[in-house]
């Protein structure tokens, strides 16, 4: 059991240019979670996979962010059309269906120039 | 729906002293709640965690916290603060069914003097 991981650990991008971020749960877990953290702040849901069905949505994710995780297994998380407003960590999740801990990956980091 | 509020952004203690970090919770469902760690530029360590088993629960690294239902409390406590507990800590609630989504707090900075 390697944790979860995420990929990049960084990211830089000019406005307007997409950006697709990957995360690699443990892979006995079937529950995955993508959060985002600002300067400062908590992390705030974004979405919510069991599975590779996506049951959750905050309002946090514009039409530009979409989540996908075919299979079940890995999950990716792309944001369109970047605005300086993501520039923040994104943080990635998983935990079993029994409930409890989430155990989190590294985040990567956005910044958008 | 749930939510927790940590009292305070900063704790600033001596090296040696009492840590407390503060967290009220709000839920409609008896919750699960947790207290995770986050050292710069990194994801999310978690400390402890109750799921209303006993309601003193130990953690990692010395630390433990006591759920209070007539408080509605999570409080986090260590008995002597070290150097390399200046962190930042976050306190997080969830349900004890369906998605269990972990709901943060705004987080409380811990700060340790020599």
């Known amino acids: 059991d390697t944790g979860v991981s995420q990929n990049p650990r960084h990211k830089i991008t000019k406005r307007g240019q997409n950006v697709t971020f990957r995360c690699d749960p443990i892979s006995e877990h079937n529950r995955l979670y993508w959060y985002r953290q600002t300067l400062g702040q908590g992390p705030e849901f974004l979405t919510y996979f069991q599975n590779e069905a996506q049951l959750e949505k905050s309002r946090l994710l514009s039409d530009r962010f979409s989540a996908e995780r075919p299979k079940g297994s890995f999950s990716t998380l792309e944001i369109q059309r970047t605005e300086q407003g993501d520039s923040a960590m994104y943080l990635c999740?998983?935990?079993?269906?029994?409930?409890?801990?989430?155990?989190f990956g590294q985040g990567t980091r956005l910044t958008v120039v | 729906a749930q939510s927790v509020t940590q009292l305070g952004s900063h704790v600033s203690v001596s090296e040696g002293a009492l840590v407390l970090l503060r967290c009220n919770y709000s839920s409609s469902v008896p919750p699960y709640l947790f207290w995770y760690v986050q050292y710069p530029n990194q994801g999310l360590q978690l400390l402890l965690k109750y799921t209303s088993a006993a309601t003193l629960v130990k953690g990692i690294n010395g630390f433990e916290a006591e759920f209070k239902k007539s408080e509605t409390s999570f409080h986090l406590t260590k008995p002597s603060a070290h150097m390399s507990d200046a962190a930042e800590y976050f306190c997080?609630?969830?349900?004890?069914?369906?998605?269990?989504?972990?709901?943060f707090g705004r987080g409380t900075s811990l700060i340790v003097h020599p």
């Open positions: 997080a609630v969830s349900a004890p069914r369906g998605s269990y989504i972990p709901t």
């Open positions: 999740a998983s935990s079993t269906d029994r409930g409890g801990e989430a155990f």
